[in-house]
């Protein structure tokens, strides 16, 4: 059977004012260049945590980080092109937990028992991560950051779709579509959690878990339950 190939590198749209405007400029090459990036983009992820994404902006940021402005444009040309970073930093741990969740499937646990610890995993990054919520918001936002959560979802996809293959014989075009059904479904329940109440979070949680369990089911067979 022919191997399920990977997605393609995050494609973000360049802004309309110009190419590579929503890009990281250059990788530091010095351990102080290094430490100056990390400090902006913690900088920025305190800031968008406290005041959300519109309040933001390149002279909050550089004033937070301790680094003169000028060294935050030598990394970055605009705030969309930090929160594109850290979303991306974001967005490949997460990944790196789904991909350890399927190899833990294919690995005898039961499949349902993985399926609600990557949705509880899932729940924790908008609840719980700073920044995490003004990512969200910035990804509905700003033009130059929509790519973000699209690039995502396929990368998490193409890895389930590998399992559901594996399990089912399904063709792949269908199991790569099932695979981002299921997560769109569950992702959007999710992120009503962004603007729910404490008291309603353990009963969205369930019920992204068992949207997405439900939908799977058929496709499972014979993996342990």
């Known amino acids: 059977m022919e191997t399920l190939q990977a997605p393609k590198p995050l494609d973000v749209p360049d802004s309309p004012t110009g190419p590579g405007t929503v890009r990281l400029r250059a990788q530091p090459a010095s351990a102080r260049g290094r430490k100056?990036?990390?400090?902006?983009?913690?900088?920025t992820t305190e800031l968008?945590?406290?005041?959300?994404?519109?309040p933001v902006n390149t002279n909050l940021i550089a004033a937070r980080a301790g680094v003169n402005i000028a060294s935050l444009y030598k990394y970055f040309p605009n705030k969309q092109a930090i929160f594109i970073t850290i979303s991306e930093r974001m967005s490949a741990a997460f990944h790196a937990e789904v991909k350890a969740l399927v190899s833990q499937i294919d690995g005898?646990?039961?499949?349902?028992?993985?399926?609600?610890?990557?949705?509880?995993?899932?729940?924790?990054?908008?609840?719980?991560?700073?920044g995490e919520r003004a990512i969200r918001m910035a990804i509905r936002l700003s033009p130059e950051v929509q790519g973000l959560e699209v690039a995502e979802t396929l990368a998490n996809a193409e890895v389930l779709a590998g399992l559901i293959v594996r399990r089912s014989g399904a063709p792949e075009a269908r199991?790569?579509?099932v695979s981002r059904v299921a997560i769109e479904v569950a992702s959007a329940v999710l992120d009503m959690l962004l603007?729910?109440?404490?008291?309603?979070?353990?009963?969205?949680?369930?019920?992204a878990t068992e949207a997405f369990i439900r939908y799977l089911e058929p496709w499972m067979k014979g993996a342990p339950a």
């Open 108 to 130: 005898g646990r039961p499949w349902r028992s993985a399926v609600a610890e990557g949705i509880r995993l899932a729940a924790r990054r908008r609840l719980d991560t700073p």
């Open 36 to 43: 100056t990036l990390e400090r902006i983009l913690a900088a």
């Open 175 to 177: 199991a790569r579509l």
């Open 48 to 54: 968008a945590a406290e005041v959300g994404f519109e």
């Open 195 to 207: 603007s729910a109440p404490a008291g309603a979070v353990d009963g969205l949680v369930d019920e």
